[in-house]
């Protein structure tokens, strides 16, 4: 197709000099109603949506490094049809479009389809006119006031399209539509390739192009939440050999999200039965990576994910060698702390506990918090168990965002 339309637009190419690539993201009036026009980050596709009526997929190619010319095809309903945009600078295109049910000679175009940048404003209630982090990849996406909703997901080095339409009522929005390697094959029906319920964030399934189908997440922000455990004390145990005693500890750690469950993770185990004596501090540096998506305010999907860690104590008895397990699970409420540790709050925005130490709302544990001036954010965390009177254990752990 792209040789063909070579042919067709050298004519309205003879005046032409120098072009830059890639169109400007936004709203354009053009001779069949408005399109909402994004750009993929290469500037070398692009998809469009046809106002109330269909969608357009483009890539691009140069003639003799005069021109650059967007190909491709669209919808009208369930009509299809081919397209060729001349690229006039970033804001303005000439083309010509004609129905594949036409069946017109290569050289031959039902009319022309030009268009003019309008503006850039996103309406309220266009929502997924934003940029996603998700477990694929990166979704840059454009929406219009039909709920017609096209643009990118960027994914293994690679610009996939992605369109289709969104629909339902508040708590029950559903989009429905394809990702795609194709220009030239463009569908708008059932059987979809990523389907999604939205609720100020992204949860669905997708099928990438060459890959098996995959549940995945997805938020306006997305990065790695790192845990660094960085030691476990033993404040007084029952120990008859001068306060120390044997046992098993296990500190597990769970993430979970109003989906579901996150991951679960033995941040430190032992190996073996270790001797634990009363006010020593172990140092165990272990370090735990997960990428998380949440958002920072509003609610829905990934507004609160919550950490739980559970110490498990197998505790020796002396003479017979059993054990006696003491367990007990804290929670810890992330999204304050991703608050201050996206400097969206202050630690003096939070109560103050014993030695310097702050309180978090909807956590069993202790903070330290420090506003240094700096780009990164760190909190330590301090947990303390008491099972009993005479076996109090606590540890201490980092928490960042990278």
């Known amino acids: 197709m792209k040789t063909i339309l070579c042919i067709i637009v ?3 190419l003879s005046s032409m000099t120098t072009y830059a ?7 354009y009036t053009s001779d069949h109603g408005n399109i909402h026009l994004i750009s993929s980050r290469s500037g070398s596709k692009a998809v ?3 106002n109330t009526k269909g969608y357009i997929l483009l890539s691009s190619f140069s003639i003799s490094g005069r021109a650059t010319i967007y190909t491709g095809s669209f919808t009208n309903g369930n009509a299809k049809g081919k397209v060729g945009y001349t690229h006039i600078n970033n804001k303005k295109w000439d083309g010509k479009w004609k129905f594949d049910e036409d069946n017109l ?14 503006n850039d404003t996103k309406l309220n209630g266009l929502f997924l006119w ?6 694929l990849g990166t979704f840059e996406l454009i929406h219009n006031e039909s709920g017609k909703v096209g643009g990118f997901l960027y994914a293994d080095g690679k610009e996939y399209y992605v369109y289709g339409h969104v629909g339902g009522v508040p708590g029950k929005i559903r989009f429905s539509g394809l990702i795609s390697t194709d220009e030239d094959q463009i569908n708008t029906s059932a059987p979809y390739t990523l389907e999604f319920n939205w609720k100020n964030g992204m949860y669905g399934t997708a099928t990438i192009p060459g890959k098996s189908k995959k549940t995945f997440r997805g938020a306006t922000h997305r990065k790695k939440l790192k845990i660094t455990l960085i030691s476990i004390k033993n404040y007084e145990n029952t120990g008859l050999l001068h306060g120390e005693e044997k046992g098993k500890v296990i500190l597990n ?7 579901g469950r996150l991951f679960k993770k033995d941040i430190y185990k032992d190996t073996k039965n270790i001797t634990w004596k009363e006010n020593r501090n172990v140092a165990v540096h272990e370090v735990f990576e997960r ?13 609160n994910p919550e950490l739980y860690f559970n110490l498990d104590y197998k505790k020796m008895r002396s003479i017979s060698n059993a054990q006696d397990p003491l367990a007990d699970i804290d929670k810890i409420d992330l999204k ?3 608050e201050y540790l996206e400097f969206k709050r202050s630690a003096s925005s939070f109560s103050d506990a014993a030695d310097g130490r702050k309180n978090i709302p909807g956590s069993d544990h202790t903070f330290w918090l420090g506003d240094d001036g700096g780009n990164i954010r760190m909190v330590k965390g301090y947990g303390f168990k008491k099972y009993s009177d005479n076996n109090k254990w606590g540890y201490f752990y980092f928490l960042s965002l990278e």
């Open 10 to 12: 050298t004519i309205v």
């Open 21 to 27: 690539t890639g169109f400007k993201n936004g709203v």
């Open 48 to 50: 469009g949506l046809y």
């Open 105 to 118: 000679p290569p050289n031959k175009w039902t009319g022309d389809w030009d268009g003019n940048f309008l």
């Open 130 to 135: 934003n940029t996603f982090e998700t477990d």
């Open 253 to 259: 750690l769970e993430g979970k999200d109003d989906i």
């Open 291 to 303: 990428d998380l998506v949440y958002t920072v305010s509003g609610v829905g999907y990934y507004d």
């Open 336 to 338: 304050p702390i991703l």
